[in-house]
């Protein structure tokens, strides 16, 4: 087992190998209803594909697996996603890691709209939502950049909820109440949604607040590595059992309406988010943060001859992100801006569908107080995207599309930054897919992307401590376009005793911008800050995620009812008997790896992590649902410099749910027992992961009401 997590390419053979011998050696079995890759995935593709037909590898989070996969950040609600992890700084700010890559390169969005916030901007900076608000989450691996900008050079994120209802809702009252306690952090949180409709005119309203006290932690926040070389002063007191400053509350709304005719609908939204969270990186340190925020969109259906579809959307946000230091004000950082884009589909050209658009950003960034880092900055985005598919031959499909985007990043005259800058960039980027489907059970599907990300504003001109992260960050104006080429080999299979998908990916990079340590340190109020500089280098990314599902047991007469019943509705159906009583069980496994290495000085790259693996054995049986599941990372010990390593570990969590029906009301209750070994758990890409591991032994319970 060590050979395995010491050596990258064992990994591979055992990862290729494995995928072999499960899609070559079950060929011959009975094939079961394809629901592992059956929804539509609006995020990757403007023609409505299923997950089984994407040409880059996605993962969708919605419904009962979404809820029991909850947690109070959006990073942490997708860490156990393959190529996922989070940037964990505490457990009130996280961002999702995809395949070792953040901050800008992932792009978070809601309802296909730029979530414009500052998440992106720095670690400790949460993102303007709060999970328990959505409905689904999509994950899309990999270069994203055609559609949604080409910082999605990593991946993107698209969160949805129905707050501008886009379907004819056929009551006047609908809705959901939710409720849920985790024992860890003593927190408690509570929603409700209602909405409704009548004719064409439909309404969306909901609310949620969330309550969490300091996390409890097994053992030292700080890790045995840096209690060894940096031992405390005579007189302290080592951190343990709770983790402090490590609160959070959180609240938010939403009310929108939308009124929809023959030929499409129209729709706005507002909504508000509130937050106050403790920085576990500087004790005295809490952030407040509040976002106020607009969203427009619509749709034509078939609006003239040859074309399928307009669709149009705009969010306006107004945020704001107040550090303080005990009592007084630090830094406040603000950012005005807005996301619009439209989208056309048309109709079949000859061999060709797809669409075309354009997208325009704006973003109005400052930091004021004595403790600023950055000047005032404005950057604005325009872009024009195609993308297209033609079928080459029978089960054959060729996608590909191209998008060019025309950025310029101005830093305002400061005092104490000097005069003003202005940088401007023309990023192109484009990509050549093909998908094979050789029968209705397997997909290959091969992908080639090449990138180019202009730095921000952000990496181009900070220079300053940022007090939250405890840190020194320096910009560099003279940093170039970053360019990436890469390709993707996936595998699919959705039907039989084992589906799943295999993927192997490869990212070559030049002028890679990333923020390194420099080992230097600066003076700040009595305190030493460490230096990271943001510079570019050459660097290359490869790995692989694997997602099988072994299903042991199933209902065998579940897909001749369904067939029989969907060719002709009239015909009765027979009864379920006990040998066909529904239950499942399944044997789900999952695994991920990423290799990422500076080419030019040879070195790993900071913050990338280890191997990741989890089993679970999940059972189900009418509305009873039971799973078990254990979670391994392996050790770090691929590091930069003035980095240490990550030791591995085993977490063990167990769940139950149930749902019944009551006087009307669909109800699902639910009890999920996290890290039942109490086990010391760090993040390898956290930059706080010698001083915040994560939560130690709790219970979480939780019920949600549908009505």
């Known amino acids: 087992m060590n050979l395995l997590f010491r050596h990258p390419m064992n990994f591979f053979r055992l990862f290729f190998a494995s995928t072999f011998f499960i899609v070559s050696g079950l060929r011959a079995q009975t094939p079961s209803p394809p629901a592992e890759m059956s929804e539509v995935v609006v995020t990757s593709s403007p023609l409505g594909r299923t997950l089984f037909e994407q040409a880059q590898p996605v993962s969708v989070l919605s419904g009962q697996e979404l809820q029991q996969n909850l947690q109070p950040t959006l990073g942490e609600t997708l860490s156990n996603t393959p190529g996922v992890r989070s940037t ?19 792009r978070v969005l809601q309802n296909g709209v730029n979530t414009v916030d500052a998440s992106a901007t720095s670690v400790d900076h949460a993102v303007s939502f709060d999970p328990v608000s959505v409905e689904s989450i999509e994950v ?22 129905n707050r501008i209802p886009d379907e004819r809702i056929d009551r006047p009252l609908r809705g959901s109440l939710g409720g849920r306690y985790s024992s860890v952090d003593s927190g408690l949180s509570r929603d409700i949604m209602l909405e409704g409709g009548v004719g064409g005119f439909n309404y969306h309203l909901e609310a949620y607040r969330r309550e969490m006290e300091d996390t409890r932690i097994p053992g030292f926040a700080r890790s045995a590595r840096l209690r060894a070389i940096s031992p405390l002063a005579p007189g302290e007191r080592e951190e343990r059992d709770v983790l402090l400053n490590s609160y959070s509350t959180t609240e938010g709304f939403s009310g929108g309406a939308s009124y929809i005719f023959e030929g499409g609908y129209i729709g706005a939204a507002y909504s508000g988010f509130d937050a106050d969270y403790g920085s576990a990186a500087e004790k005295n340190v809490h952030i407040e943060m509040q976002q106020r925020r607009w969203d427009i969109q619509g749709a034509l259906f078939a609006p003239v001859t040859g074309i399928k579809t307009i ?23 603000n950012n005005q801006g807005y ?10 050209a000859g061999p060709f569908e797809g669409a075309l658009g354009y997208q325009t950003e704006r973003s109005d960034f400052s930091a004021t107080g004595e403790e600023k880092f950055l000047p005032e900055t404005l950057t604005r985005t325009n872009s024009g995207f195609v993308f297209e598919e033609m079928e080459l031959a029978p089960r054959w499909k060729l996608q590909g599309g191209l998008r060019h985007d025309h950025i310029t990043a101005d830093a305002l005259s400061d005092a104490d930054f000097g005069p003003a800058r202005s940088r401007t960039f023309n990023d192109l980027s484009g990509s050549l897919s093909v998908v094979f489907t050789p029968n209705d059970d397997y997909a290959v599907a091969l992908s080639a992307t090449w990138s180019e990300r202009a730095p921000t504003y952000q990496e181009l001109y900070a220079n300053g401590p940022h007090v939250a992260t405890g840190a020194f960050e320096v910009g560099d104006d003279n940093l170039a376009v970053e360019k990436a080429l890469g390709f993707d080999l996936s595998l699919r299979k959705r039907t039989g005793v084992v589906t799943g998908s295999a993927t192997a990916f490869y990212t070559r990079f030049r002028n890679f911008v990333g923020q390194f340590p420099t080992g230097a340190m600066r003076p700040l109020d009595g305190e030493l800050l460490p230096v990271y500089e943001y510079r570019s280098t050459d660097a290359e990314f490869f790995g692989g995620e694997l997602e099988a599902t072994f299903h042991l ?26 040998e066909h009583s529904g239950n499942t069980l399944d044997l789900e496994l999952e695994a991920d790896y990423v290799h990422a290495t500076d080419t030019i000085t040879g070195n790993p790259l900071p913050r990338i992590s280890p191997f990741h693996t989890s089993a679970a054995i999940a059972f189900h049986h009418a509305d009873f649902r039971a799973r078990l599941e254990g979670i391994f990372a392996g050790r770090q010990y691929r590091i930069s410099d003035n980095e240490l390593p990550t030791d591995c570990y085993f977490m063990v969590n167990a769940s139950v749910s149930y749902d019944f029906h009551l006087n009307g009301l669909a109800t699902n209750i639910y009890v999920k027992g996290v890290n039942l070994t109490n086990e010391e758990a760090r993040e390898h890409t956290s ?11 709790g219970v979480v319970v939780g019920m949600k009401v549908n009505f």
């Open 140 to 161: 899309v691996r990999g270069p994203a950049t055609l559609l949604y900008g080409a910082n999605a050079i990593g991946g993107v994120v698209n969160v949805t909820d």
């Open 553 to 578: 047991i199933k209902p065998a007469a579940a897909p001749a009812l369904e067939a029989a019943s969907s060719k002709n509705p009239k015909q009765p159906v027979t009864p379920i008997t006990p």
């Open 339 to 348: 996301d619009g884009r439209i989208e056309v589909a048309h109709e079949k």
């Open 687 to 697: 930059f706080l992961k010698d001083i915040a591991p994560l939560a130690g032994r």
């Open 311 to 333: 669709k149009y959307k705009f969010g306006l946000s107004d945020y704001t992100h107040t550090e303080f230091e005990g009592l007084a004000l630090g830094t406040e950082f």
């Open 88 to 106: 964990y700084f505490g457990p009130a700010a996280s961002r999702p890691v995809i395949r070792g890559l953040d901050g800008d390169r992932i």
